[in-house]
């Protein structure tokens, strides 16, 4: 049972470039998130997803986009990388339906450093 | 919006002792308090969590407390092992919120032998 994998484990960015943060979970989930982690500080929502093709922005959202097109994936762009988005990413998934909300399950996360 | 604290931001503790963490919110309307563990270089995993129905959860030597009224809720370990080492993340959600946490900024446990 992989979970939720996310490619890659870390990566370095030089100011302005591009690149694709890659998220698949195998558990069917629904409801997939991605979060920023920045040295001493809890995780950030950066942009959510309910199912295929309907995402939402979090509480970071500037300077990403999201696309969700299957219920597996659920990839975080970045088109002009910034040193204010070096941090570590986490993406992860909850249970389908509604109701009482369930257990997050989360990948190991992509340590990305922009420089 | 929901806001989490959390508190302390480190915690040094002897082998065999217990640990307790805490955390406040603000949003009344959240009704699901997880509790993350983070190794190092790894994803934060679910160790235990409590719905608002409840007063206390227990899971072996792990337990989390919740005070509705004052809105805070706290992890406490006891009998502590080094494997216990690790940070500590508190979060915070209601149902009607898509399952987004809203998440404290962590406590770093260090359990010494």
């Known amino acids: 049972n992989a979970g939720v994998t996310q490619t890659p484990k870390f990566r370095i960015l030089k100011i302005g470039q591009s690149m694709t943060l890659q998220c698949t979970q195998d558990m069917n989930h629904n409801y997939m998130y991605w979060y920023r982690q920045d040295p001493g500080m809890g995780l950030k929502l950066i942009y959510y997803?309910?199912?295929?093709?309907?995402?939402d922005k979090g509480e970071v959202p500037n300077g990403y986009n999201v696309s969700r097109s299957t219920t597996e994936d659920f990839p975080l762009r970045l088109e002009l990388a910034a040193p204010s988005q070096t941090s570590v990413y986490f993406c992860?998934?909850?249970?389908?339906?509604?109701?009482?909300?369930?257990?997050?399950?989360f990948g190991q996360g992509t340590r990305l450093t922009v420089v | 919006g929901e806001n989490v604290e959390q508190h302390p931001s480190t915690l040094s503790v002897q082998e065999g002792d217990s640990a307790v963490i805490k955390c406040t919110y603000s949003?009344?309307?959240?009704?699901?308090f997880p509790w993350y563990k983070q190794e190092l270089g790894k994803g934060p995993q679910l160790i235990i969590d409590?719905?608002?129905?409840?007063g206390e959860k227990k899971d072996q030597r792990i337990a989390v407390t919740l005070n509705k009224t004052a809105k805070h809720f706290s992890l406490h370990i006891t009998e502590t092992q080094p494997e216990d080492s690790a940070v500590y993340f508190c979060?915070?959600?209601?149902?009607?919120?898509?399952?987004?946490?809203?998440f404290g900024a962590g406590t770093q446990v260090v359990v010494t032998p």
């Open positions: 992860a998934s909850r249970t389908p339906g509604v109701g009482p909300v369930t257990e997050a399950f």
């Open positions: 997803s309910v199912g295929a093709g309907i995402t």
């Open positions: 949003d009344s309307a959240s009704n699901y």
């Open positions: 409590i719905r608002s129905n409840v």
């Open positions: 979060a915070a959600t209601a149902t009607d919120s898509w399952g987004k946490l809203q």
